[in-house]
């Protein structure tokens, strides 16, 4: 192996060393970093909505489990808030 | 929507301190369940939906973890906040809603409840209640 390719190799690895400590510190620790990498990164999209577009629609359960209505059912009479999350 | 931090995924410490242990739900019942334990648990105060299996609302709003949107009475998107954790702001909402009809002033009453000992209630923790009153797949 050349001279070249060792030390292109040893700065990849050390960023890559250096990403993941830059990532731990910032969510918490080694773990976290390695669920945001995990989980969260290939889920979390800035998405192509925009201020001033039609509103998707979505149908949603009920609490009680077998009610179904559409978010669209609930626009119209008031501005609607959209509070999307859960419980973990 | 699903769970952002499941027992079977990425749990956080702050969710065995507050005893919010769950595994992704795999189907619509389990997912039920957890949504009204929270709604037991925290007595939230406002209409609440929950996205099916197909988890459809989540992938049209590009909502997961957490995000705010507001929909005028057009059907238009009126406000969209960024991707929570760290850019979900609930004050640019209340902006929002405060430019459209002036600040609005809240009684302790109002205020959501939070658990007095921070434990969830009769809700147990996956690990000793596994998918026993939470529906199975």
């Known amino acids: 192996m050349s001279l070249f390719w060792k030390w292109t190799i040893g700065v990849v690895v050390v960023l890559l060393i250096g990403a993941f400590a830059g990532l731990s510190v910032m969510a918490g620790s080694p773990k976290d970093a390695y669920g945001m990498v995990r989980y969260a990164l290939p889920h979390m999209h800035r998405g192509v909505l925009k201020v001033g577009d039609d509103a998707p629609d979505a149908k949603l359960v009920a609490l009680d489990g077998s009610d179904r209505f559409h978010i669209r059912e609930r626009t119209g009479a008031k501005p609607l808030v959209l509070v999307f999350g859960s419980f973990t | ?137």
């Open chain 2, 1 to 137: 929507m699903r769970e952002a931090h499941p027992t079977d995924e990425w749990q956080m410490k702050s969710n065995i301190k507050d005893d919010v242990c769950y595994a992704q739900p795999k189907n619509l019942e389990q997912r039920v369940y957890i949504a009204n334990d929270f709604i037991k648990r925290y007595k939230y105060p406002v209409p609440f939906g929950i996205d099916d299996m197909s988890n459809a609302a989540e992938g049209a709003y590009s909502a997961w973890p957490e995000r705010l949107y507001i929909i005028d009475e057009n059907g238009h998107i009126a406000y969209k906040g960024g991707n929570g954790p760290f850019k979900y702001d609930p004050k640019e909402v209340r902006g929002w809603l405060s430019a459209r009809y002036g600040e609005v002033q809240h009684d302790d009453k109002d205020k959501v409840a939070k658990p007095p000992d921070g434990k969830a209630g009769d809700a147990k923790p996956a690990e000793s209640q596994p998918a026993v009153t939470v529906p199975k797949a």
